[in-house]
C-alpha cells in the first residue's frame, strides 16, 4: 500500500513565525504535491515537485515555499506565517512522467494561525 | 479551465440504502479519480477510472469519458460511509469538484 505520512496532525503557531511542514512518501514516486483545503474554496493546489529540487508553482504560491533534497520528502514553509494561511494542509505523491497519474494523499495537517 | 461538478451537495440516507453520486466535468480529461474524505480530514482513494466501470465491495463507478460524467454508486449505505465524498479530474493537474456531503444514520 502506498503511504504518504505527514509530520503533524494538528499545528497551532504564531503570526510572524516560521513554519514548516513536511511530507514524506513510501512508494518511490516521481511526483509530490501540496494542497490547502478551505471550506467554500475546494483544495487548491500550492506547489508542486516532479523531482528531487526541482519545483513548480501552483495557482496559490504566495506566501509558501517549497524544499524537496530527497526523493521521498516534500517540504512546505510559511516564511511568515499570517492568519490567513489558517487552513488545512493536504500533501500528496503520484508516480509517472505524466503527472496524470493516481494520486495518494496524507492523513494532513490543520494549521491554526493565532 | 475546465468546471467539476458534483451533484447532489447533500445526501442524507439510513443504513442499508442505495445512493448515486454524480460528476460532471466541461471538457476532455486525461483521467478521473474518487476520494472519500472522512470526517478526521484524510482523502481516501476510491477510484482512479478514467473510462468503463469498476467495482470495490459496495462502491462502484462508472465514467462515460465521451460524454463527461462520471457516476459513484453506494450500496447498502453505512454510518462510516460518511464524509464527503469529491471526483476529480486530470488535465493540466488535479481539479477537484464541489462534493457531495454524504451523512448515514443508524
Known amino acids: 500500500d502506498v503511504k504518504v505520512t505527514q509530520s503533524s496532525r494538528y499545528l497551532v503557531k504564531r503570526t510572524g513565525e516560521k513554519v514548516f511542514l513536511e511530507c514524506v512518501q513510501d512508494?518511490?514516486?516521481?511526483?509530490m504535491f501540496w494542497y490547502r483545503q478551505d471550506p467554500g474554496l475546494g483544495l487548491r493546489l500550492i506547489y508542486f515537485?516532479?523531482?528531487?529540487?526541482?519545483?513548480e508553482k501552483g495557482d496559490i504560491p504566495e506566501g509558501y515555499s517549497v524544499s524537496r533534497e530527497k526523493k521521498e520528502r516534500f517540504s512546505l514553509i510559511l516564511e511568515s506565517a499570517s492568519t490567513n494561511q489558517t487552513s488545512m494542509y493536504l500533501c500528496?505523491?503520484?508516480?509517472?512522467?505524466?503527472?496524470?497519474?493516481?494520486?495518494?494523499f496524507g492523513p494532513g495537517t490543520r494549521l491554526t494561525v493565532t | 479551465g475546465i468546471q467539476v461538478e458534483q451533484s447532489p451537495p447533500d445526501l442524507i440516507l439510513q443504513e442499508g440504502a442505495n445512493s448515486t453520486l454524480r460528476c460532471n466535468f466541461s471538457?476532455?480529461?486525461?483521467?478521473l479519480q474518487w476520494f472519500h474524505q472522512n470526517p478526521w480530514g484524510q482523502l481516501i482513494n476510491l477510484f482512479y477510472i478514467p473510462s468503463g466501470t469498476k467495482q470495490n465491495g459496495r462502491l462502484s463507478a462508472t465514467t462515460v469519458a465521451t460524454e463527461r460524467y462520471s457516476l459513484l454508486y453506494i450500496s447498502s449505505s453505512q454510518t462510516t460511509d460518511s464524509g464527503v465524498y469529491f471526483c476529480a479530474v486530470y488535465a493540466d493537474k488535479l481539479i477537484f469538484g464541489t462534493g457531495t456531503r454524504l451523512q448515514v444514520f443508524p
Open positions: 471538457d476532455s480529461v486525461n483521467n
Open positions: 500528496a505523491s503520484s508516480s509517472g512522467l505524466a503527472r496524470t497519474y493516481e494520486q495518494y
Open positions: 512508494m518511490d514516486h516521481e511526483n
Open positions: 515537485s516532479y523531482d528531487v529540487k526541482m519545483k
